[in-house]
């Protein structure tokens, strides 16, 4: 079952979003310690997020568009895009991405919310691992990057 919104979340959520370096802000669902890991994730258009995989075994992530529109893109251990799928409401609102599978998100509108769900228990020394071959958040070289890949996803 999704989580409920209030108007009042979603405007509080998306404003620390847009006041945050990062252009993005979490609602976190579960509690610390628990084995099921919730999180809304409140997204501004421009947000680059380092593309990353879930290193253990059974870390399957499953997404749900709630508001907005995002692509979501699996990449190969170079960085070669294996495959881009777009989530947006009353179209494909869920994705599965499997354990050990490189991906990022690419928001396509200005205002973009995901419900996020993991079953492992949060450490975050183990909990992804970052792809060196893609740029770093917040420099110069992740904007461009950005770009080609919003370029990708809108061809």
């Known amino acids: 079952m999704l989580p409920k919104l209030t108007k009042e979340d979603i405007d509080n959520y998306f404003e620390l979003a847009n006041n945050s370096e990062r252009k993005r802000f979490p609602k976190i669902l579960h509690k610390k310690g628990s084995y099921l890991n919730e999180v809304l994730n409140f997204m501004i258009e421009g947000t680059y997020m380092h593309p ?72 975050p020394l183990t909990w992804k691992k970052m792809a060196d071959w893609a740029p770093k958040e917040n420099t110069n070289e992740s904007l461009l990057y950005l770009n080609i890949l919003r370029k990708i996803v809108i061809d």
């Open 52 to 123: 990353h995989l879930h290193p253990k075994n059974k870390m399957e992530e499953k997404i749900h568009i709630m508001i907005g529109k995002l692509a979501v893109i699996f990449f190969d251990d170079q960085g070669k895009i294996k495959n881009k799928f777009i989530l947006e409401k009353g179209k494909l609102e869920f994705l599965k991405v499997p354990s050990r599978t490189w991906h990022t998100y690419v928001m396509l509108t200005k205002k973009t919310c995901s419900y996020e769900q993991m079953y492992s228990v949060y450490d």
